[in-house]
Every structure is written in structure tokens, then in C-alpha cells.
């Protein structure tokens, strides 16, 4: 897969979050992003504009489980709208991905990734990554385009 490195710094997020598993992703994300695009506006110091961001965190390889947070980007912690909470990711070094149509090929694209990443000659981190939802994510379409961050060492 085509990719782009870049280096980013520590990032704030606020939002709403659900453990899941590969396997229940795709009934179990979407409800948090209902849940935040209902209540995002009451996120103080919110960085806005067309960006969103996936979190995940918590990843076990082993039980193909995760923490999947539906968030947005805050210059400070300030007062939480009920129910969200925050997280913070360290500065990082990246490979960046775009995913390119409907989410029933998101399982592909991140296959082709974990593939990929050893072939590069980079280690990822297994704390976190990232999915940057801006103008590109249309949504649900064919056309539709959002970033996959992975931190690497």
C-alpha cells in the first residue's frame, strides 16, 4: 500500500468509547460516532473544523480486542460533556495509510498494513493508532477516504 512517514506531536482527544473486538467492530464503532457527533459541540477547547479522530487503545493481538474512542482533538482538558472521556497519545513517529471506500474493506486494508509495516523495516507500537476522519470521509461510500496512523519505531 502507498503510504506517507510523518512525525507528530503528543495529541489530546475527547470523546466516546466502547472495548470491542475485530469481530464486533463494525456493529460497536458506529454507535459511538453517534454518540459523539450528538454531543461534540460540548467539548471545550475543541480544535474543530472538518477533523475527527478514531482512537484505538488497549489493543490485545491474542483476544483481537480493543478500546475504540470516537474523539476530538482539544488544545486543553477542560469540563467533559457526560459520559466522554480523554486520552492522550505521545509524540510519534508515523506511517500514514488512506483507506479508500466502504468500511466492510477496512478488515483489507488494515490486513495489507500489518503486512506492510515489517516489509518497511518498521516495529509498531502496539499502544495506540489513529484514524483521521476530515473532509475526505464522506461517508459510508465508495469514494469515501480517511488516514490510518501507525506509530512506529
Not at 6 to 31: E, L, R
Not at 84 to 108: A, C, M, Q, V
Request: contains cysteine.
Amino acid at each position: 500500500m502507498e503510504y506517507t512517514e510523518a512525525h507528530k506531536p503528543a495529541m489530546k482527544f475527547v470523546g466516546y468509547g466502547v472495548n470491542t473486538s475485530m469481530q464486533n467492530a463494525g456493529q460497536d464503532c458506529p454507535g459511538v460516532w453517534s454518540t459523539f457527533m450528538k454531543n461534540y459541540k460540548g467539548i471545550e477547547n475543541y480544535i474543530g473544523g472538518m477533523k475527527n479522530y478514531g482512537v484505538v487503545t488497549n489493543a490485545d493481538s491474542k483476544e483481537c480486542t480493543f478500546r475504540y474512542i470516537a474523539s476530538a482533538e482539544v488544545s486543553e482538558f477542560g469540563d467533559m460533556p457526560e459520559g466522554s472521556e480523554k486520552i492522550e497519545i505521545p509524540e510519534s513517529d508515523y506511517l500514514i495509510f488512506i483507506h479508500r471506500g466502504k468500511l466492510e474493506t477496512l478488515g483489507n486494508t488494515y490486513g495489507s498494513i500489518m503486512e506492510d509495516i515489517p516489509r518497511l523495516g518498521k516495529r509498531q507500537r502496539t499502544d495506540f493508532w489513529v484514524e483521521l476522519y476530515d473532509k475526505r470521509w464522506t461517508g459510508d461510500k465508495d469514494e469515501a477516504e480517511f488516514e490510518i496512523w501507525i506509530p512506529v519505531e
